[in-house]
């Protein structure tokens, strides 16, 4: 197995380096892909890696000082997010990294307008900013999630009496009262583990921790009344329940969900929620067909690479070897899939049924990310995950 993930990380590796875009963002573009780069040359090449990472970190540097949108995902929260790392690696000076982050000021003020909209959204909204700005330990860390909070609070007003938090539409950017988005990254599991990592940080402890036991109460009451196949669905209604089998992922359905609920039991040392979590979680370890998953790619978002690796955490977190079974089984999927890529066209991710498959390199849908993952499975590296929200 090792041989063979040696293997698909020098062709990922290789095929990086013929990328010409000209997108800088940390999940879609050239931050994620260089961080890529510096873990692979970690591992690999290291004394070879120097001179092409200080050369793409200068020009990553110039390029990000253009005003551009603030989200984790597509904009300046995630480059922030990506020098930041570099600094704490001890890649970049101190200097250097406050210098390109000057701007996270105007990150809590855009955070905070995105609120009062009702954006949490964590990929492409408020909670994914305030996500990088708990990171970034640089800020007036008090006075601007008391703000979050409170934001939260109204939110959470505004939502008919079964919706905690109502949907947000990104494409209609308002909320939709009736309805509650279950999905780790667009819904009320990153709300919950924001709560979690303001708790880890004391800020705003006492409120973090209501509203992490609320969300949490609320998810144990919203189980599926058949719970065979899943324990959650993508989206709640008033009406009834959405997509009633929701897939195996990170993004959606009961991996990415249960692993966060379970991170909420060992934060509080809540042996009920955490029992919970590992009765969710060691159901989906049964899942593995097409049907059962929706799997239609390697990526970390939707695909092999992201199911493989919370896997990856959770045999690290609790050593229960149906856990580390799940990992292999769905590492051997994503070198699978990487054997199976026509390497001199580059990796393509699975985008809908008109559109079918596109090339893709980011870390969240394409080939970098597959790369960290297969990183994290031989060398236990789990620096990077912050951004998935899975430290």
Sequence with gaps: MKEKIYNALYKINRSLKNDNSENISLMAGKCGLTLFDYLYFKYFEYNESSDKIDHCIQQLADKSLIEM????????????????????????AKEDRDFLCDDDQQLEDSASAMLKHGNYDFLHGATGIAYYLIYSKCYSREVFFNSFFDGL???????????????????????????????LSHGIPSILKLCLQ?????????????????????????????????????????????????????CYGDLGLGYIIYQAGMAFNDFEISTFALQIL??????????????????????????????????????????????????????????????????????????????????????????????????????????????
């Design 69 to 92: 949108h603030p989200s984790l995902c597509t904009g300046k929260a995630g480059i922030n997010w990506f020098f930041t790392y570099l600094f704490y690696n001890e890649i970049i």
């Design 153 to 183: 609070e109204v939110l959470v007003e505004k939502s008919s009496q079964k919706a905690i938090i109502p949907r947000f539409d990104l494409e209609a950017y308002s909320i939709i009262p009736n309805e509650v988005n279950l999905g």
């Design 198 to 250: 303001c708790y880890r940080e004391n800020i705003c402890c006492d409120r973090a921790r209501s509203l992490a036991m609320i969300i949490v109460k609320y998810l144990k009451n919203h189980i599926n009344i058949d719970i065979s196949k899943c324990y959650f669905p993508d989206h709640l209604t008033e009406n009834g329940n959405v997509d009633y089998v929701s897939r195996i992922g990170w």
């Design 282 to 391: 060691t159901s989906t370890t049964k899942r593995r067909c097409f049907e059962e998953t929706k799997v239609m790619d390697g990526g970390i978002c939707h695909g092999t690479a992201g199911i493989a690796h919370i896997y990856n955490r959770l045999w690290h977190n609790t050593n229960l070897p149906i856990f580390k079974e799940a990992c292999d089984f769905w590492i051997l999927k994503t070198v699978q899939i990487i054997d199976n890529t026509e390497w001199d066209k580059g990796y393509q991710k699975y985008v809908n049924l008109s559109t079918g498959y596109r090339y893709e390199n980011g870390i969240i849908d394409g080939a970098a990310g597959i790369g960290l993952a297969l990183i994290s499975y031989i060398f236990n590296d789990f620096t990077w995950d912050y951004i998935f929200m899975l430290n």
